[in-house]
T-cell receptor, first 117, second 115 residues
Framework: GAVVSQHPSRVICKSGTSVKIECRSL??????MFWYRQFPKQSLMLMAT?????????EQGVEKDKFLINHASLTLSTLTVTSAHPEDSSFYIC?????????????FGQGTRLTVV | AQSVTQLGSHVSVSEGALVLLRCNYS??????LFWYVQYPNQGLQLLLK??????LVKGINGFEAEFKKSETSFHLTKPSAHMSDAAEYFC?????????????FGKGTLLTVNP
Protein backbone atom coordinates (compact mmCIF):
# COMPACT_ATOMS: atom_id res chain seq x y z
CA GLY A 1 0.00 0.00 0.00
CA ALA A 2 0.81 3.72 0.08
CA VAL A 3 1.98 4.04 -3.50
CA VAL A 4 2.55 7.41 -5.14
CA SER A 5 2.82 7.47 -8.91
CA GLN A 6 4.46 10.35 -10.70
CA HIS A 7 4.17 10.88 -14.45
CA PRO A 8 6.06 11.33 -16.68
CA SER A 9 9.35 9.97 -15.38
CA ARG A 10 11.29 11.87 -18.02
CA VAL A 11 10.37 14.78 -20.25
CA ILE A 12 12.28 16.92 -22.71
CA CYS A 13 10.68 20.15 -23.83
CA LYS A 14 11.60 23.20 -25.84
CA SER A 15 12.34 26.49 -24.17
CA GLY A 16 9.20 28.59 -23.83
CA THR A 17 6.75 25.70 -23.63
CA SER A 18 4.88 24.45 -20.56
CA VAL A 19 5.14 21.05 -18.98
CA LYS A 20 2.68 19.35 -16.64
CA ILE A 21 3.75 16.74 -14.10
CA GLU A 22 1.18 14.56 -12.35
CA CYS A 23 1.37 13.07 -8.89
CA ARG A 24 -1.20 10.47 -7.91
CA SER A 25 -1.77 8.56 -4.70
CA LEU A 26 -2.92 5.16 -5.93
CA UNK A 27 -4.28 3.47 -2.84
CA UNK A 28 -4.87 6.20 -0.28
CA UNK A 29 -6.29 9.67 0.00
CA UNK A 30 -3.67 12.39 0.24
CA UNK A 31 -4.73 15.38 2.28
CA UNK A 32 -1.46 17.13 1.60
CA MET A 33 0.98 16.86 -1.25
CA PHE A 34 4.45 18.33 -1.46
CA TRP A 35 6.57 19.26 -4.46
CA TYR A 36 10.34 19.20 -4.28
CA ARG A 37 13.13 20.13 -6.64
CA GLN A 38 16.46 18.39 -6.58
CA PHE A 39 19.58 19.66 -8.31
CA PRO A 40 22.34 17.20 -9.24
CA LYS A 41 24.15 15.82 -6.23
CA GLN A 42 22.11 17.98 -3.89
CA SER A 43 19.32 17.56 -1.41
CA LEU A 44 15.61 18.06 -1.92
CA MET A 45 14.32 21.60 -1.71
CA LEU A 46 10.66 22.02 -0.87
CA MET A 47 8.92 24.17 -3.46
CA ALA A 48 5.34 24.16 -2.25
CA THR A 49 2.73 22.44 -0.14
CA UNK A 50 -0.73 21.82 -1.51
CA UNK A 51 -3.93 20.83 0.22
CA UNK A 52 -6.90 19.47 -1.67
CA UNK A 53 -9.26 22.19 -2.77
CA UNK A 54 -7.16 25.13 -1.66
CA UNK A 55 -4.32 27.22 -3.00
CA UNK A 56 -0.81 25.93 -2.65
CA UNK A 57 1.59 27.45 -0.17
CA UNK A 58 4.88 28.29 -1.82
CA GLU A 59 8.26 28.45 -0.16
CA GLN A 60 10.19 31.66 -0.17
CA GLY A 61 11.87 32.30 -3.49
CA VAL A 62 9.62 29.99 -5.54
CA GLU A 63 7.73 31.80 -8.30
CA LYS A 64 4.02 31.07 -8.04
CA ASP A 65 3.31 32.05 -11.63
CA LYS A 66 6.16 29.93 -12.88
CA PHE A 67 5.29 26.76 -11.01
CA LEU A 68 1.52 26.29 -11.02
CA ILE A 69 0.21 23.71 -8.58
CA ASN A 70 -3.28 22.28 -8.65
CA HIS A 71 -4.63 19.81 -6.09
CA ALA A 72 -8.10 19.16 -7.43
CA SER A 73 -8.79 15.87 -5.69
CA LEU A 74 -7.56 13.80 -2.77
CA THR A 75 -5.57 11.59 -5.13
CA LEU A 76 -4.13 13.99 -7.69
CA SER A 77 -1.86 17.01 -7.67
CA THR A 78 -0.23 18.56 -10.71
CA LEU A 79 2.77 20.81 -11.14
CA THR A 80 2.93 22.87 -14.33
CA VAL A 81 6.21 24.52 -15.24
CA THR A 82 5.17 27.45 -17.40
CA SER A 83 7.34 29.00 -20.09
CA ALA A 84 10.13 26.64 -19.22
CA HIS A 85 13.75 27.69 -19.62
CA PRO A 86 16.96 25.65 -19.43
CA GLU A 87 17.53 26.75 -15.84
CA ASP A 88 14.28 24.95 -14.93
CA SER A 89 15.90 21.66 -15.89
CA SER A 90 15.94 19.57 -12.74
CA PHE A 91 14.58 16.51 -10.99
CA TYR A 92 11.12 17.15 -9.54
CA ILE A 93 9.71 14.87 -6.85
CA CYS A 94 6.29 14.84 -5.24
CA UNK A 95 5.25 13.32 -1.96
CA UNK A 96 1.90 12.74 -0.35
CA UNK A 97 0.72 12.56 3.22
CA UNK A 98 -2.16 10.30 4.08
CA UNK A 99 -4.85 10.58 6.69
CA UNK A 100 -4.23 9.29 10.20
CA UNK A 101 -2.93 6.85 11.32
CA UNK A 102 -0.54 6.84 8.34
CA UNK A 103 0.05 10.59 8.53
CA UNK A 104 3.39 10.38 10.33
CA UNK A 105 5.27 9.84 7.10
CA UNK A 106 5.19 11.07 3.53
CA UNK A 107 5.25 8.75 0.54
CA PHE A 108 7.31 9.76 -2.46
CA GLY A 109 6.79 9.47 -6.18
CA GLN A 110 9.58 8.21 -8.40
CA GLY A 111 10.45 11.66 -9.67
CA THR A 112 10.41 13.44 -13.03
CA ARG A 113 13.56 14.41 -14.86
CA LEU A 114 12.81 17.62 -16.77
CA THR A 115 15.21 18.77 -19.46
CA VAL A 116 14.54 22.05 -21.21
CA VAL A 117 16.41 22.53 -24.47
CA ALA B 1 13.09 26.03 13.21
CA GLN B 2 14.47 22.63 12.37
CA SER B 3 17.58 21.50 10.56
CA VAL B 4 19.56 18.38 9.77
CA THR B 5 23.29 17.94 9.40
CA GLN B 6 24.70 14.86 7.74
CA LEU B 7 28.39 14.48 8.44
CA GLY B 8 30.22 13.22 5.40
CA SER B 9 28.88 13.76 1.92
CA HIS B 10 30.52 10.53 0.79
CA VAL B 11 31.14 7.32 2.70
CA SER B 12 32.94 4.36 1.20
CA VAL B 13 32.97 0.90 2.75
CA SER B 14 33.95 -2.60 1.73
CA GLU B 15 31.34 -5.24 1.14
CA GLY B 16 30.60 -6.92 4.46
CA ALA B 17 31.85 -4.01 6.55
CA LEU B 18 29.86 -1.91 8.99
CA VAL B 19 27.91 1.00 7.56
CA LEU B 20 27.62 4.13 9.70
CA LEU B 21 25.96 7.25 8.31
CA ARG B 22 25.78 10.17 10.69
CA CYS B 23 22.87 12.54 11.23
CA ASN B 24 22.44 15.30 13.78
CA TYR B 25 19.28 17.34 14.05
CA SER B 26 18.10 20.58 15.53
CA UNK B 27 14.48 21.03 16.53
CA UNK B 28 12.69 23.26 19.01
CA UNK B 29 9.99 20.65 19.59
CA UNK B 30 10.07 16.84 19.82
CA UNK B 31 11.05 15.66 16.37
CA UNK B 32 10.04 12.94 14.03
CA LEU B 33 13.15 11.61 12.30
CA PHE B 34 13.49 9.68 9.07
CA TRP B 35 16.08 8.02 6.90
CA TYR B 36 15.41 7.72 3.18
CA VAL B 37 17.37 6.02 0.42
CA GLN B 38 17.49 7.25 -3.17
CA TYR B 39 18.76 5.28 -6.12
CA PRO B 40 19.79 7.15 -9.31
CA ASN B 41 16.90 8.88 -11.07
CA GLN B 42 14.37 7.57 -8.59
CA GLY B 43 12.28 8.95 -5.77
CA LEU B 44 12.87 8.38 -2.10
CA GLN B 45 12.18 5.17 -0.25
CA LEU B 46 11.67 5.21 3.49
CA LEU B 47 14.18 3.08 5.37
CA LEU B 48 12.97 3.79 8.89
CA LYS B 49 11.41 6.42 11.10
CA UNK B 50 11.44 7.54 14.71
CA UNK B 51 8.14 8.86 16.03
CA UNK B 52 8.73 9.03 19.81
CA UNK B 53 8.32 5.34 20.51
CA UNK B 54 11.34 3.03 20.88
CA UNK B 55 14.65 4.86 20.55
CA LEU B 56 16.22 2.01 18.59
CA VAL B 57 14.42 1.77 15.31
CA LYS B 58 14.75 -1.12 12.92
CA GLY B 59 14.05 -0.58 9.26
CA ILE B 60 14.13 -2.38 5.96
CA ASN B 61 17.15 -4.06 4.36
CA GLY B 62 18.86 -4.63 7.72
CA PHE B 63 19.26 -0.95 8.60
CA GLU B 64 18.64 0.48 12.03
CA ALA B 65 19.05 3.83 13.76
CA GLU B 66 19.16 5.00 17.34
CA PHE B 67 17.61 8.22 18.56
CA LYS B 68 19.84 9.88 21.15
CA LYS B 69 18.24 12.98 22.52
CA SER B 70 21.27 13.98 24.59
CA GLU B 71 23.41 13.97 21.46
CA THR B 72 20.64 15.18 19.10
CA SER B 73 21.67 12.36 16.82
CA PHE B 74 19.98 9.73 14.68
CA HIS B 75 22.80 7.77 13.08
CA LEU B 76 22.04 5.01 10.57
CA THR B 77 23.85 1.70 10.79
CA LYS B 78 23.98 -1.67 9.10
CA PRO B 79 26.25 -4.45 10.36
CA SER B 80 27.29 -5.76 6.96
CA ALA B 81 27.23 -3.75 3.75
CA HIS B 82 25.95 -5.25 0.53
CA MET B 83 26.69 -4.05 -2.97
CA SER B 84 23.00 -3.21 -3.40
CA ASP B 85 23.26 -0.69 -0.54
CA ALA B 86 25.18 1.71 -2.76
CA ALA B 87 22.92 4.77 -3.03
CA GLU B 88 22.28 8.26 -1.67
CA TYR B 89 20.93 8.44 1.87
CA PHE B 90 18.98 11.34 3.31
CA CYS B 91 18.18 12.08 6.92
CA UNK B 92 15.09 14.22 7.50
CA UNK B 93 13.28 15.83 10.40
CA UNK B 94 9.77 17.09 10.89
CA UNK B 95 7.74 18.33 13.81
CA UNK B 96 5.75 15.74 15.69
CA UNK B 97 2.15 15.98 14.60
CA UNK B 98 0.17 19.11 13.88
CA UNK B 99 -0.39 20.71 10.52
CA UNK B 100 3.22 21.63 10.06
CA UNK B 101 4.48 18.44 8.54
CA UNK B 102 7.24 19.82 6.36
CA UNK B 103 10.21 17.55 6.01
CA UNK B 104 13.60 19.20 6.25
CA PHE B 105 16.30 17.13 4.59
CA GLY B 106 19.99 16.89 5.17
CA LYS B 107 22.32 17.30 2.22
CA GLY B 108 22.64 13.58 1.76
CA THR B 109 25.42 11.02 2.02
CA LEU B 110 26.51 9.00 -0.96
CA LEU B 111 27.37 5.46 0.09
CA THR B 112 29.65 3.44 -2.14
CA VAL B 113 30.34 -0.22 -1.48
CA ASN B 114 33.57 -1.70 -2.75
CA PRO B 115 33.83 -5.39 -3.63
Amino acid sequence: GAVVSQHPSRVICKSGTSVKIECRSLDFQATTMFWYRQFPKQSLMLMATSNEGSKATYEQGVEKDKFLINHASLTLSTLTVTSAHPEDSSFYICSARALAPMNTEAFFGQGTRLTVV
Amino acid sequence: AQSVTQLGSHVSVSEGALVLLRCNYSSSVPPYLFWYVQYPNQGLQLLLKYTSAATLVKGINGFEAEFKKSETSFHLTKPSAHMSDAAEYFCAVSHSGGSNYKLTFGKGTLLTVNP
